[in-house]
């Protein structure tokens, strides 16, 4: 069996190495095929194969590595990167009983252990075993890896030229390189790794996105079947947009989950991380979220409507919306104004148009000589006459007051409630009332003032004026 699996290694082009073909499922072909040409473009590492070898010539190298012959089968790469100061130098492929990246995280742990000393590590030796055909790399006296039989035929030269290639490479890599050197095999080892990252959970990004497309479509369908049934059963405006607001949310919400569980996160892992940073998230988005919470309760508990004409903390005018964040009122003059919903929600609100009909009142001074009743009896006929003046409430016109000079009626009566019909009504009432009264022969003096002079001198104009008049006769 593994003579078979050798053969047919060899027989592919060293270019497709990088990656194992998955024989389950056409869509793994796919997708590997896909990544070879993204791979390509980005890195350039040593293209080589893999065979069988005898256990035991490795077992340093599993010793911290359970041997999983499942594990290897399922890794999508042959080779492995091996580091020094998280800077690639080369590559080893996998062996048997071990995958290329469990070998290399072995020999990047043993190599991290000896940098880690604070003296500085002395030249790499090499060990041949002309017998079993391996070599073994060593520095102060520890083993950091071994080169088998398998390694020179994926680099097509003999076991003992490898060796020293590589141990030529890690002792170059031991002495730190320049800066320029550094920082670019850096960024290729980066590139390197997020490329083959990319193609590992390309199956599950896909997924992710798949999810997330029928999310946004089911997500516009709920908010457009809620908003549906909410004008059908409510009749309100922000009831409406509350109810489809809320369905889109739940929607996406429940998307999401689903999304981030094909990405490999789990539900309690998330809430967990959710609960730990909540009340963080709370004290600095404090106002954000009262504001949209303020929202959802003045879009719930609804003491105004859009199109109603209110007066919030010295603000008069019309509703023209109601956000989650915000709320917009336009005033009588034309200004619009932005009012935050928690304010909105700890204000005293007027909602001057939460009923149809406002009463509204004029005062009118007669004589006290007219008579009351006749009065009272002719403002009632023409007030119910004015147009915009409701016939479904009574028309009051009571004595509000006897003043010095006048008997003072307070006439009541009910208009529409909306601001502009309210403002013209009562002013064609106001002249209905004083024709009416002019008509009747009813006076309505002004105000009488009586002034009272005490302790005045006595003039004599008669004298004073007969003085004047001599004056010019002197004169001649």
Known sequence: MHVLISSARFSLCRMTSFFRINRRTNKRRVAVAIALCITLFISFPTLTGAQEVDPSLVEQEAATTPANTSDAADSSFYFADVLVRDRPIFEVG??????????????????SSVLSNPNQPNEMTVEFNSSQQLATLKVNNRVIMTVTQQDADDFGTTVERLAERWADQLNEAFDK???????TQRLGATIRQLARDAIDKLPALLGACIVILITWGAAGSVRYAAFNWAQRTEGDRSTEVLIGRLGYGAVWIFGSVIALSLLGLELGALLGAFGLTSVAIGFSLKDVLSNYISGVILLAARPFRIGDQVVIEGYEGTITQIQLRATTLRTYDGRIIYLPNQEVFQANITNNTASPYLRSSIIVGIDYDANISYARQKLTSAVRDVQGVSSEHPIDVLVQELSASTVNLEIRFWVDSHRGEFLETSSAAAQVIKETLQTAGVEMPTDIYTLQFRNSPNLNLNSSKSSQEEQPHSSE
């Open 177 to 183: 390189p320049p800066l320029i050197i550094d920082v």
């Open 94 to 111: 996998g062996l048997a009983d071990i995958d290329a990246r469990s070998r290399a995280a072995i020999i990047n742990r043993r190599i």
